[in-house]
T-cell receptor, first 113, second 112 residues
Framework: ETGVTQTPRHLVMGMTNKKSLKCEQH?????MYWYKQSAKKPLELMFV???????ENNSVPSRFSPECPNSSHLFLHLHTLQPEDSALYLC????????????FGSGTRLTVV | QKEVEQNSGPLSVPEGAIASLNCTYS??????FFWYRQYSGKSPELIMS????GDKEDGRFTAQLNKASQYVSLLIRDSQPSDSATYLC????????????FGTGTQLKVEL
């Protein structure tokens, strides 16, 4: 498999649930990102990981918790979300911390009920 | 003030025409500029990058950058219905490392 793979593609969760989003890249990249895409809004950067180390947390609420066990995998753990957190969550990767040329995954469409 | 600004559209052009998509940015020190295409329900796909003033051509696509005017554009020649999508402008803000700041995107509709 090549590229950036995200699972699940769709997720519906209650406000008291705990779930995780998974992202895996097979490109040999060393930087990975989580972005949130809501209707009528620009993509919002959430987290940046360079060589497994978190280098950016863009004032994201603590109900979103990222994890990067290695350069190929990135997780976003979700708990006690709010309905306004419903959005498309996109994972991306780039070669390294000097590269802004991203490859995006297909995204997880999250609905919080 | 928005950091990266695009007209949301929709921009409608007839098949075969030139589509012109525009983007302005606020950070004068920005160094890298990207255009992504996003089909409805799909993820963004990188189609062009440009780093220096002037034009950069790739097939039917031409990116134009004018740093003095803080303006970047994307021209699509011989527009096809398959070009109908939302086009996202993204900028690497000075001092932002490898972070990209995106505009809201312009929806392009190519009509038969």
């Amino acid at each position: 498999e090549t590229g950036v793979t995200q699972t699940p593609r769709h997720l519906v969760m209650g406000m008291t649930n705990k779930k995780s989003l998974k992202c895996e890249q097979h490109l040999g990249h060393n930087a990975m990102y989580w972005y949130k895409q809501s209707a009528k809004k620009p993509l919002e950067l959430m987290f940046v990981y360079n060589f497994k180390e978190q280098t950016e947390n863009n004032s994201v609420p603590s109900r979103f918790s990222p994890e990067c066990p290695n350069s190929s995998h990135l997780f976003l753990h979700l708990h006690t979300l709010q309905p306004e957190d419903s959005a498309l969550y996109l994972c991306a990767s780039s070669q390294d911390s000097a590269s802004s040329s991203y490859t995006f995954g297909s995204g997880t469409r999250l609905t919080v009920v | 003030q928005k950091e990266v600004e695009q007209n949301s559209g929709p921009l409608s052009v007839p098949e075969g025409a030139i589509a012109s998509l525009n983007c302005t940015y606020s950070d004068r020190g920005s160094q890298s500029f990207f255009w992504y295409r996003q089909y409805s329900g799909k993820s963004p796909e990188l189609i062009m990058s440009i780093y220096s003033n002037g034009d950069k051509e790739d097939g039917r696509f031409t990116a134009q950058l004018n740093k003095a005017s803080q303006y970047v554009s994307l021209l699509i020649r011989d527009s096809q219905p398959s070009d109908s999508a939302t086009y996202l402008c993204a900028v690497n803000i000075e001092g932002g490392g490898n972070k990209l700041t995106f505009g809201t995107g312009t929806q392009l509709k190519v009509e038969l």
